[in-house]
């Protein structure tokens, strides 16, 4: 059965600036890929920060710069590269020009996987500013059912379970500000445990918009126990995700069967 290497690159943003950031991650993809992964993964927003409230946040379109920057990473190294940007979809109504949270996964191959957050952050008038997503999204890495979040998702476990059966690692990129790193470390370790399945959360570090940011980046597997963690700083955190892992627990520990369905 197939595994994978995941690694969580828990990195600061430059408020607003593309250009930045792009320059300050290349060589952090690439240490990551040095490190063995197969799928890399940074944080939401990880080109701009969440700045989602101001006139002049840099938003895109459609496989805009950002996406771009993640397929040229996918490419150049040969691996899975992904994270979250503020994206205008090519099919929004002219009525409706608002970006989404979108998460995007780009393969070594071409290929690109977009998840939009479906829950925006209205304590922090994300809604306002963030068209909702509608659509779930699991992709097959290689064998490995990678199941796609963004951040404030992690608060809602019903879409977690819905797809449960079907995935055997949830991704989880965010912008969890310090203040409530509590609930996010909980809740990651939460979410692995009720659903038998992996969880990579990927914080960032630093402070933006006047807020600040303790990564606590996690990696957490099937039983829910800690793979591998981040603190404050700048860091790279690698684990192997275990299709064989998630089936031996599921086997032994037979509670998804138990879950009333609607």
């Not at 992709?139 to 963004?150: L, S």
């Not at 600040?212 to 957490?220: A, K």
Request: contains cysteine; glycine residues 8%.
């Amino acid at each position: 059965m197939p595994t994978l290497r995941f690694a969580a690159v828990q990195h600061d943003i430059v408020w607003n600036d593309r250009a930045a950031n792009f320059a300050h991650l290349e060589p952090l993809v690439a240490r990551a890929v040095g490190g063995g992964a197969d799928v890399v993964v940074l944080t939401e927003t990880f080109s701009v920060g969440f700045g989602f409230d101001d006139p002049d946040f840099a938003t895109e379109s459609e496989g805009g710069p950002s996406s771009q920057f993640l397929a040229s990473a996918a490419r150049d190294h040969g691996v899975w590269v992904g994270g979250s940007c503020p994206e205008i979809r090519h099919d929004a109504p002219v009525d409706d020009r608002r970006p989404s949270n979108c998460f995007v996964l780009a393969g070594p191959d071409g290929t690109q996987h977009r998840y939009r957050k479906i829950h925006p952050f209205s304590f922090a008038n994300e809604d306002r500013f963030v068209r909702p997503g509608t659509e779930l999204v699991t992709v097959d890495i290689e064998g490995v059912r990678a199941t796609m979040f963004v951040c404030y998702d992690l608060r809602f476990a019903d879409e977690f379970w819905t797809l449960a059966d079907d995935t055997d690692v949830y991704v989880v990129p965010a912008n969890w500000p310090e203040s409530r790193r509590e609930h996010w470390m909980t809740l990651l370790r939460a979410r692995a445990i009720e659903n038998q399945a992996y969880v990579v959360g990927v914080n960032r570090v630093g402070s933006g918009g006047g807020v600040d940011y303790s990564g606590d980046t996690r990696i957490v597997d099937p039983l829910g126990e800690l793979l591998a963690t981040g603190s404050r700083t700048e860091t790279i955190v690698f684990a192997d995700v275990s299709t064989e892992h998630v089936a031996a627990v599921r086997d032994r520990f037979r509670f998804l069967p138990d879950r009333r369905r609607a």
